[in-house]
């Protein structure tokens, strides 16, 4: 088995050498494509000078978009989807893809993540339900964790995974095709996962193939609208997939609003102003 690595940068510069040297000398990967989404630093030029294979998009296109335009440079069978902010650790790559060939109906591996400290970040997640939605994007990923940990030791199927590193199969991939692109930066993989466990494949996390992660670092000149997107994302993700949309939708809302009120109560004016953005973009999306 062959794998093609897709690494979408956007002012990625400080991060992307240690990206693309975790992987450009593996033995499994066949390529690696970086998608430039119209970076103001110098990614591309420097993902170029790593020998990585570099598109140039002249408009930032979004995350999903980005990764479907890399996975068309490529043929292998599997594909690496790596944030620019993540690396691996060496032979977790191969680990995963042995461990991906053991299993036919297998259409994603995730890793374990862990973050600059070491400390392991919440990376098996379930779908959405209203309760949980309250919690949504914080407290649900740290249940979820919790809820799977106690499930599984070492590998096992899961709802979705944060797509910071997954292994994805590409026949599966192209005959969902691909991500949805009209989700821009966030839940467009809760969506992917969707639609291949819905089309009988299965999304899988293992143990013992782990990568490194500086969260945000990727998104760090978009920092300041992260939340909106997060709304927005997630609002696109409820109304094309959930059962019951206007009680998440209405779990969601509450949720966003308790963060507003919490932060109003610190008085941290400018995080209460980030959460009430956010709550007018999940409302009107």
């Known amino acids: 088995m062959t794998v093609d690595v897709v ?48 598109v140039r998009n002249t408009v930032n296109s979004g995350y999903g978009a980005g990764c479907n335009l890399g996975a068309r440079r490529g043929t292998a069978d599997w ?27 297998l259409a994603v591996v995730a890793s374990e993540v862990l973050g600059p400290t070491g400390h392991a970040e919440p990376v098996r997640r379930r779908f959405p339900t209203w309760w949980r939605a309250f919690a949504e994007p914080g407290l649900a990923a740290r249940w979820d964790e919790r809820y799977y940990a106690r499930r599984q030791k070492d590998a096992g199927p899961v709802d979705w995974a944060s797509a910071s590193t997954l292994l994805v199969r590409r026949r599966a991939f192209e005959d969902v095709d691909g991500f949805d692109e009209a989700f821009f930066l966030y839940a467009e993989e809760i969506d992917l996962c969707a639609r291949l466990r819905r089309s009988g494949l299965a999304v899988h996390w293992v143990a013992g193939c782990p990568s490194r992660h500086a969260p945000g670092s990727s998104t760090g000149a978009l920092a300041a609208a992260g939340k909106v997107e997060w709304a927005r994302g997630f609002r696109r993700y409820v109304d094309k997939h959930a059962r019951h949309k206007a009680l998440i939708r209405a779990a969601v809302a509450a949720g966003l609003e308790a963060r507003v009120l919490y932060w109003t109560a610190r008085g941290d004016r400018q995080a209460a102003k980030k959460w009430s953005a956010a709550v007018k973009a999940f409302r009107t999306s």
Request: net charge negative.
């Open 7 to 54: 690494v979408v940068t956007f002012d990625s510069e400080a991060t992307i050498s240690e990206c693309i040297e975790s992987v450009s000398h593996d033995p499994v990967v066949s390529s690696v494509v970086v998608v430039d989404n119209r970076s103001s630093d110098g990614s591309a030029d420097r993902a170029e000078a790593l020998g990585a294979m570099v």
């Open 79 to 105: 594909i690496l989807l790596l944030n620019p902010d993540a690396s691996m650790e060496p032979g977790s790559l191969r680990g995963m893809v042995r461990y991906a060939e053991g299993h036919d109906a």
